[in-house]
């Protein structure tokens, strides 16, 4: 069974790019989470898509955008890359009809550096 | 204000003692959960254990325990007989409200297993 995968695992990238992160969810799953974890600090959430919508959505500003597709797999744009976007993106599944325990399940992350 | 609040940036312990990661929240919901996360230096975070807002036992997984004052607002994590590959970040999550949302993290901990 397999897990999160996410890919790319290493991205570097200059200011002002735009970049595409990509997640499948652990089998069985339809909801992705996605988060940013700079350097020294925990992960914020960016937002939540279930049934190919945004559910949630955290302090983030509108360059991050994100998709997910009928096979319940997401993307992650963020567009006009500035330098504080160098961060590890973690990509987490979980199943919509869980309560306030629903264990999320993480991916290995994609390492974003913007030059 | 901060959600979640933890304490000890960095902790040393001697191998097979037991040692308590600080963990404080924050909220107005009555139903939230609190969760512990381990990140080794891969980068991918694991789920270590989980405790409800209205669960009246504190939660055990295996050397896991967690040690939940609800008035304090508090959610400690106790690992029995640390071992060396215990060394990680450690970090508290909560959610809040009664649906699957994102979590909200805390800084972490960095703990370290010494021989």
């Known amino acids: 069974d397999a897990g999160v995968t996410q890919s790319p695992t290493h991205l570097i990238k200059t200011r002002g790019q735009q970049v595409t992160l990509r997640c499948s969810p652990k089998s069985g799953h339809d909801t992705v989470s996605w988060y940013q974890q700079a350097l020294g600090q925990g992960p914020q959430f960016i937002f939540q898509y279930y049934e190919e919508e945004e559910r949630q959505r955290g302090n983030f500003p509108d360059r991050f955008s994100g998709h997910q597709f009928p096979n319940y797999s997401s993307e992650l744009n963020v567009n006009a890359l500035l330098l504080g976007d160098s961060a590890l993106y973690l990509c987490?599944?979980?199943?919509?009809?869980?309560?306030?325990?629903?264990?999320?399940?993480f991916g290995p992350g994609t390492r974003l550096t913007v030059l | 204000a901060q959600k979640i609040t933890q304490t000890q940036p960095g902790m040393f312990v001697q191998e097979k003692e037991a040692v308590t990661l600080d963990c404080t929240y924050d909220t107005s919901d009555q139903s939230y959960g609190l969760f512990w996360y381990k990140q080794p230096s891969s980068g991918e975070m694991i789920f270590l254990i989980y405790?409800?807002?209205?669960?009246?036992q504190n939660a055990t997984e295996g050397r896991y325990s967690l040690n939940f004052q609800k008035a304090r607002k508090s959610a400690n994590l106790v690992i029995s007989a640390s071992q060396l590959g215990d060394s990680a970040m450690y970090f508290c999550?909560?959610?809040?409200?009664?649906?699957?949302?994102?979590?909200?993290f805390g800084k972490g901990t960095h703990l370290i297993i010494q021989p």
């Open positions: 999550a909560m959610r809040e409200g009664g649906g699957a949302d994102g979590l909200t």
């Open positions: 987490a599944s979980s199943s919509g009809t869980g309560g306030p325990y629903n264990e999320q399940f």
């Open positions: 405790q409800g807002s209205y669960d009246e």
